[in-house]
């Protein structure tokens, strides 16, 4: 068992390992302006153009090459990039050869803080889209996505086919997760990850295990019901109640039995004012019904009986 346990951590740390590392080959370095470099004046670069001819993806690095005393690189707002604003920068870089890792889809704009050098061109924008899984598509036959246009003050650019494979950038995308997602299945699979958790009503029906009763989690746990009613349990691990591991258990009120009324008393006859004796009447004795058995026995034996299969019922679904 031991040994087991040792090559499946080793198995999933290796995962984990090779997704990461192709990752981190898969990425690719843009120096920005090619040969000219990150310039202002003579090289007459358009970065504009220089942008959409790149398929920039996740995880891409930047590299930024300059001579620092007369060049900088501020990563700025839409807003700032515009109006060539270097007063509030998100982020500057002034060592003259910058490396920027792209964390993440979206657009990000740089610009040079010298001034004149932005108004004269010295600015690029780089659009890092995201990466859609197969999943994210509607079935049925994909429609032609149409060309983009990318358009400066007086030069209107398509951005041509990308040049770079789309499966490098699906490794850089989703590589990680791939592997820590498989990482928590051998693991899940092998130390079998469940609990029980006891809610209200409400977080029953929705799945919601934020505000619980009682949570249970040693894979052998004994719930005893000490009263009637409702007793909702689900598992709050992601996915688990969506898929149906839940169970609600109704303990019945226990039915008491009423009472019989109790047969009225005969009153005795008042003596008449005649000297007379009335004549003897026969008393017919009053029928009086016996009460019917109280079904305390049956209902506690079946109270006892539901209460065991309740019992039952939490402890299998605990170990399964």
């Not at 504009?48 to 700025?76: C, E, M, P, S």
């Not at 609990?195 to 009763?213: D, E, G, I, S």
């Not at 909702?232 to 969506?242: E, L, R």
Request: glycine letters at 6%.
């Amino acid at each position: 068992m031991g040994f087991m346990k040792v090559a499946m951590l080793f198995l999933s740390i290796t995962i984990v390992f090779s997704f990461y590392m192709a990752t981190l080959t898969a990425a690719a370095v843009y120096k920005v302006g090619d040969d000219a470099g990150w310039t202002f004046g003579s090289a007459n670069v358009n970065y504009h153009i220089w942008a959409a001819t790149k398929k920039f993806q996740v995880g891409d690095i930047l590299v930024f090459v300059y001579d620092k005393t007369q060049n900088n690189v501020l990563r700025v707002s839409l807003h700032d990039y515009h109006n060539c604003n270097a007063a509030n920068p998100i982020r500057s870089y002034s060592s003259g050869n910058d490396s920027i890792t792209i964390m993440g889809p979206g657009h990000y704009y740089y610009i040079c803080g010298f001034p004149g050098h932005c108004l004269t061109g010295q600015k690029v924008d780089v659009r890092v889209p995201k990466v859609f899984r197969p999943s994210d598509f509607p079935i049925g036959s994909p429609s032609p996505a149409p060309a983009t246009a990318l358009s400066t003050t007086s030069v209107h650019v398509t951005a041509p086919a990308p040049a770079k494979s789309s499966a490098p950038s699906l490794f850089i995308n989703n590589g990680l997760g791939l592997s820590l997602t498989l990482f928590m299945i051998v693991i899940s699979a092998y130390y079998h990850m469940d609990n029980v958790v006891r809610v209200t009503h409400k977080n029953f029906n929705t799945c919601n295990a934020t505000t619980t009763y009682a949570t249970f989690n040693t894979g052998n746990d004994t719930f005893v019901i000490k009263r009637p009613g409702h007793f909702y349990f689900i598992s709050s691990f992601p996915g688990h109640c969506q898929n149906g591991q839940r169970v609600d258990i109704r303990v019945p009120r226990p039915t008491k039995s009423s009472p019989s009324p109790s047969p009225s008393p005969t009153l005795p006859r008042a003596p008449s004012s005649s000297s007379s004796p009335p004549p003897t009447e026969p008393i017919t004795p009053t029928s009086t019904q016996a009460p019917a058995p109280s079904p305390s026995g049956s209902s506690e034996m079946l109270f006892s009986i539901k209460l065991w299969l309740s019992m039952l019922l939490i402890v299998v679904v605990a170990i399964v």
